[in-house]
C-alpha cells in the first residue's frame, strides 16, 4: 500500500476500505457484521473527514452534511446488499438513490478538440443545497456498478469478522484488503496448521 494512496490516507483516518467506486465506498462506511452496526460516520466531523478523502473523486461544491450522506448510504448498502443476496431491493432504497441522481442535473456540451470532437457533461446544483453534486456523484457512482462491466464483481470480504463490499479487479480476489482482512486470514490459517495440540 503506497503511504500517497486513498486506502492509506482513509485506513490512517479510521476508515477500513477505499479506492472502490464512490458507492461502495460510502456502503463501507457502516460495519454489519456485528450487532449494533458500527457506523463510521457517528457523526459531523466523521462525515466532512471521509467526504474530505474522497474529494479527488467529487464534481467540487461544498460536502454534504451528515443527514442526507447516512440517508443516501442507508439506501446505496440497502441495494448492494440485496443484488448479493439475488433479492430485490425495497422501491424506497431505488427511490432514494434516483432522486440523490436527479437533484443535480447535468448538460452536455460539444467541445473540439485537437483530438477531434468530445463531449463535455457539466453537472449543476441547486442553489439551496450545492453539497448535492457530490451525493448525485456517490448515486451515480451505484448506478455503474450496477449497470456497468463490475456488476458481476461485486463481492463481500470472505472474512468472516468483515462485512466491507468491494469490486473484486479479477476472479480470485477475496478480501476488502490485503493488508487487514487477507493478512488476518492467512495468520488465523497459519495458526490452526502450527498450534500446539
Known amino acids: 500500500m503506497e503511504p500517497g494512496s486513498l ?26 457484521v456485528g450487532e449494533p452496526a458500527v457506523d463510521l460516520l457517528a457523526d459531523e466531523k ?32 440497502h441495494i448492494l446488499d440485496a443484488r448479493l443476496a439475488g433479492v430485490a431491493p425495497d422501491d424506497a432504497a431505488i427511490g432514494r438513490v434516483n432522486d440523490a441522481a436527479a437533484c443535480a442535473p447535468s448538460t452536455r456540451s460539444l467541445v473540439q478538440t485537437s483530438a477531434g470532437w468530445a463531449a463535455i457533461s457539466t453537472r449543476h446544483a441547486p442553489v439551496d443545497r450545492p453539497y448535492r453534486l457530490s451525493l448525485a456523484a456517490a448515486a451515480e457512482s451505484l448506478i455503474d456498478v ?25 476472479a480470485r480476489r477475496k478480501f476488502c484488503t490485503q493488508n487487514i482482512c487477507a493478512n488476518r486470514t492467512r495468520v488465523a490459517r497459519h495458526y490452526q496448521r502450527h498450534r500446539p495440540d
Open 146 to 170: 450496477l449497470t456497468g462491466p463490475a456488476q458481476d464483481r461485486l463481492r463481500r470480504c470472505q472474512n468472516p469478522a468483515c462485512s466491507m463490499l468491494f469490486v473484486a479487479s479479477d
Open 7 to 32: 486506502l492509506h490516507r482513509a485506513q490512517a483516518a479510521g476508515f477500513i476500505v477505499a479506492g472502490e467506486p464512490l458507492a461502495v465506498d460510502l456502503a463501507d462506511t457502516l460495519i454489519t
Open 46 to 77: 466523521a462525515n466532512r473527514l471521509w467526504w474530505s478523502l474522497q474529494q479527488d473523486r467529487l464534481p467540487g461544491g461544498p460536502l454534504p452534511p451528515l443527514e442526507p450522506t447516512v440517508e443516501l448510504r442507508q439506501a446505496i448498502r
